[in-house]
């Protein structure tokens, strides 16, 4: 097993050009895409189906009613001329009376961006510290050879929640005799996480998305939801149509 690292969103328009094929790609955004992804599954939702634009997601749901919108733009819930989306990127919001049985159309600054930007590959993952557990024993088990560790990152910035993820999974997946190499970016993020784990409520609450969302009081309290550790004994995997189910 070979462990790589993707730490920028400005390595994502690169993936287009790789060969994908035998490549199995978890995706972390921790605050708060793959985080609310993994609990609406958890909570019962059909699928969810990432999609980058406001017009796709709006398109969608004019030709499937029954879907939910879900997203956010700079933190926020999107309401495009006055239309109101049903959710959210807050996994607080996903609970089962609202998503139970339902497929969600969900568009994020970076999280739908970096999932779509990883199409192609052999598997992807959506991932978070609330699956993290489960997603490195499915990791096992399939004993894949190129693991790719996409961090969806904040804008065109890396963001230091989703490394210290990537570090996490790293730590656990390092500690089995099938891990081969780890790659230079790879180390850096488990180098980041060891260093960090520690505190890494202080860590990620001085990040720049765990800043944003504190001074919102609606929001505030994802950032504690987001750090909890193995709640959800769930994979989050992406079907070649591009949703993504319960494993």
Do not use: W
């Not at 609406?40 to 059909?46: C, I, S, T, V």
């Not at 961006?113 to 052999?122: N, V």
């Not at 989703?162 to 996490?168: F, I, P, S, Y």
């Amino acid at each position: 097993m070979k462990l790589e690292a993707i730490l920028s969103p400005l390595e994502l328009p690169a993936l287009g050009k790789r060969d994908l094929r035998e490549t199995v790609c978890v995706v972390f955004d921790v605050l708060r895409a793959t985080s609310t992804f993994v609990t609406a599954l958890h909570n019962g939702a059909k699928a969810i189906v990432p999609v980058s634009e406001i017009s796709e997601a709006l398109a969608i749901k004019k030709n499937q009613p029954d879907v939910l919108l879900g997203g956010e733009r700079n933190g926020i819930r999107i309401s495009p001329e006055g239309i109101d989306f049903d959710l959210g990127n807050s996994p607080r919001e996903y609970t089962p009376e609202k998503v139970r049985s339902k497929t969600i159309v969900s568009t994020t600054t970076n999280g739908t961006r970096a999932l779509r930007a990883c199409f192609g590959a052999k598997i992807v993952l959506a991932s978070s510290f609330l699956n993290l557990s489960a997603t490195a024993k499915f990791l096992r088990q399939k004993n894949f050879g190129d693991i790719l560790l996409v961090c969806a990152g904040t804008e065109e910035n890396t963001a230091i929640e989703d490394v210290l993820a990537a570090g996490a999974l790293c730590e656990i997946l390092s500690s089995s005799a099938t891990v081969g190499t780890l790659s230079d970016s790879a180390e850096t993020a488990l180098l980041t996480y060891t260093q960090t784990k520690s505190d890494l409520a202080t860590a990620i609450g001085n990040s720049q998305n765990g800043r944003r969302l504190l001074v919102i009081p609606e929001l505030r309290d994802d950032v504690a939801f987001c750090l909890q550790r193995d709640i959800f004994p769930i994979i989050a995997k992406m079907e070649t149509n591009g949703a993504i189910r319960r494993g």
